[in-house]
C-alpha cells in the first residue's frame, strides 16, 4: 500500500512539474511576441520637436504585423505609453506585378496606379469629405521619397465598412488601394481626435 502511495505522488510531481513548465513557455512566448517600438517613439519625438508638429500623440502602423492584427497604434507621449490601437489595411499592390502573396505580406511602392501602400512619416492634413464608411477623410502628406505621391495619388486616411473593429487573425483584412483605412468606431475616436489640435500630427508607416 505505501509503495502504491508513493508512486502515485512521484506520478502526482511530475504532472505538476509538466504544468510549471508548459506555463513558464507561455509566459516566454508572449514576451517574444511583444514589439519594442520605443526606437520609432524616440525617433518620432526628436522629429515633432524639430518640425513644429502637434507634440501630444502620433500614429504609428507597422504594416509588417499580421493585417488580422492591431497594427494602427495612438502613442501618447504624456504617458509614454500606446493608448490605443486597431486594424488597418494595406495595399494590394498589383497593378505592375503578379502579387499572389498580396494578403499576407506588405509590398511597398510610390508609382502613381501601383495600389501599394507607402512606407515612411507623413503629416495628417486637411479633413475632407469621403464616400467610404462615416464620410471623412484625411489628406496625409509625404514627407519621404517613399511616400511622395501620396496626394496626388490619393492615399488618405479614412473609414471603410468593411474593415472589422477587433482583431480578427487569423483572419486578413481587406486590401485598399494604397489608404490605411480603418474601421468606423476608430475612425471616429481619430477624427474626434484630430479636430481638437491646432498643429499638424505625425503618422508613420513602417
Same mark, same amino acid.
Request: charged content about 35%; proline content about 0%; glycine content about 4%.
Given at each position: 500500500m505505501k509503495k502504491i502511495l508513493f508512486i502515485s505522488f512521484i506520478g502526482l510531481l511530475c504532472c505538476n512539474n509538466n504544468k510549471i513548465s508548459e506555463n513558464k513557455s507561455v509566459s516566454v512566448i508572449k514576451e517574444e511576441s511583444f514589439k519594442d517600438y520605443s526606437t520609432?517613439?524616440?525617433?518620432?519625438?526628436?522629429?515633432?520637436?524639430?518640425?513644429?508638429?502637434?507634440?501630444?500623440?502620433?500614429?504609428?502602423?507597422?504594416?509588417?504585423?499580421? #493585417?488580422g492584427k492591431n497594427r494602427f497604434f495612438i502613442y501618447d507621449f504624456k504617458t509614454n505609453s500606446i493608448i490605443d490601437k486597431n486594424l488597418v489595411t494595406h495595399g494590394s499592390c498589383d497593378q505592375f506585378e503578379e502579387n499572389p502573396e498580396?494578403?499576407?505580406? &506588405?509590398?511597398?511602392? &510610390?508609382? #502613381?496606379?501601383?495600389?501599394?501602400?507607402?512606407?515612411?512619416?507623413?503629416?495628417?492634413?486637411?479633413?475632407?469629405?469621403?464616400s467610404w464608411g462615416i464620410n471623412v477623410k484625411y489628406w496625409i502628406h509625404g514627407l519621404e521619397e517613399t511616400n511622395s505621391t501620396a496626394v496626388k495619388r490619393v492615399v488618405v486616411l479614412h473609414s471603410w465598412d468593411a474593415v472589422k473593429n477587433e482583431e480578427i487573425y487569423p483572419k486578413y483584412s481587406p486590401l485598399s488601394w494604397g489608404c490605411p483605412a480603418v474601421s468606423n468606431e476608430f475612425m471616429k475616436k481619430i477624427d474626434n481626435q484630430l479636430k481638437q489640435v491646432e498643429k499638424p500630427v505625425l503618422l508613420w508607416i513602417m
Open positions: 520609432f517613439h524616440n525617433e518620432a519625438k526628436a522629429y515633432i520637436k524639430q518640425n513644429n508638429f502637434n507634440k501630444d500623440f502620433y500614429y504609428l502602423i507597422d504594416l509588417n504585423e499580421h #493585417s498580396k494578403w499576407q505580406k &506588405v509590398k511597398f511602392d &510610390v508609382r #502613381s496606379d501601383s495600389h501599394c501602400s507607402m512606407k515612411g512619416k507623413y503629416k495628417i492634413g486637411k479633413r475632407d469629405y469621403s
